[in-house]
């Protein structure tokens, strides 16, 4: 999956982290990649969905929580704890191949379609229209619904997704675990027990945007275009750069889900500054 943009120079994770072609490598990628953009995105999702926390069973809402939320999920907060996933893996330059096709007018058109298609899906009725239609493309076009079953399964989407939602709620747990109020209720066992019983359900959710996404998002362009999409996800550098961004994207969101869950036990026992 990919969504990224432009001016990295502002940033770096430490002057040791990165040689300057690493640090090269990582402009290029959030300028071909239009992340400042996404990092956006994600913080509106973020957002929202905090506040879907709020009501009588969970955190009051107030204008003091929708001001912690966007703290959480402030773009430039979430682009220092990509990075310093992206850091974790070796050798940025064997994605090169990958990066320089998002770098082309197809890669580029690419990334904003995915973009337009992840703000589609979060409006009201998106996830359902999305779901109506990848059922028509499975009854008409059974050769378009196999392609987008192949992209799903030739960049892992299913399973990279569903470690990094389980790793993200265990996150939110051990947030929530740092306030004495929660803590003797919140032992690890209790936590990972909890996570795993939710994986089938997280599988099935991801089994369903995945598809989603890729009817919304690549149902403008054509066959021959998504199977140069396809045929660059399986190269090796393909792979690699899916590491990437993977490593980066579980680095941002298990932080953020700490941070959440911390936030989350402060405003439930009234701790609310």
Do not use: C, H
Request: aromatic share 10%; hydrophobic share 40%; glycine share 6%.
């Amino acid at each position: 999956m990919r969504l990224l943009t432009a001016t990295f120079t502002a940033l770096m994770i430490s002057a040791a982290a990165v040689s300057a072609q690493s640090a090269s490598m990582l402009d290029r990628y959030f300028t071909a990649l239009d992340m400042e953009t996404v990092f956006e995105v994600l913080r509106d999702e973020g957002v929202t969905a905090g506040q879907d926390m709020s009501g009588p069973e969970g955190v009051s809402p107030s204008p003091a929580w929708t001001a912690r939320l966007e703290r959480i999920y402030e773009p430039k907060k979430a682009k220092q704890f990509f990075l310093e996933g992206m850091a974790s893996i070796d050798d940025l330059e064997a994605s090169e191949e990958a990066l320089a096709f998002f770098e082309t007018e197809l890669g580029a058109r690419i990334v904003q379609i995915e973009i337009e298609a992840r703000k589609t899906l979060n409006e009201e009725g998106g996830e359902d229209a999305a779901a109506k239609n990848v059922a028509t493309i499975r009854k008409e076009d059974p050769a378009l619904y196999l392609m987008y079953q192949e992209f799903i399964k030739v960049n892992d989407l299913v399973e990279s997704n569903v470690a990094g939602a389980l790793n993200s709620n265990l996150a939110f747990y051990r947030g929530m675990a740092t306030s004495e109020s929660y803590a003797e209720g919140l032992s690890e066992s209790f936590m990972l027990n909890s996570v795993w019983e939710q994986e089938p359900e997280i599988r099935q959710e991801m089994e369903e945007w995945t598809i989603n996404f890729s009817s919304v998002a690549y149902s403008g362009l054509t066959k021959a275009e998504l199977q140069r999409y396809i045929d660059i996800s399986e190269t090796p550098a393909g792979q690699r750069l899916n590491s990437v961004l993977f490593a980066g994207f579980d680095k941002m969101f298990e932080q953020q889900s700490y941070e959440l869950g911390r936030a989350t036990a402060e405003f439930m026992i009234g701790e609310d500054t």
